[in-house]
């Protein structure tokens, strides 16, 4: 029983962000950089500065910036073929 329990506490774990390969924030820079590096006013360091070492908090928000920045992207029909986060959903 206790071996359950600790697997499924271990499994539940495993499925937060910290289990991730990058973290959202590092997705949102990815794309950022990737899709809008180029785009007046945009520093990708400042950005990358900015979201270094993000706490929960700030990567739930990085995950909802992301989602938020891809629909603006489509809508205004701007298409990003040079990024690996420009495909993540």
């Given at each position: 029983m206790k071996r359950t329990v600790w697997a499924a506490l271990l499994l539940t774990m495993c499925m937060s962000p910290a289990c991730?390969?990058?973290?959202?924030?590092?997705?949102?820079?990815?794309?950022m950089?990737?899709?809008?590096?180029a785009d007046e006013g945009f520093d990708c360091?400042?950005?990358?500065d900015s979201f270094a070492d993000a706490d929960n908090d700030v990567q739930d928000s990085c995950a909802l910036e992301l989602s938020a920045q891809k629909d603006v992207d489509e809508e205004e029909d701007n298409t990003?073929?040079?990024?690996?986060?420009?495909t993540a959903r």
């Open positions: 991730e390969d990058e973290n959202p924030c590092d997705r949102y820079i990815d794309y950089c990737d899709c809008h590096g360091q400042e950005i990358s990003c073929t040079n990024s690996v986060a420009a």
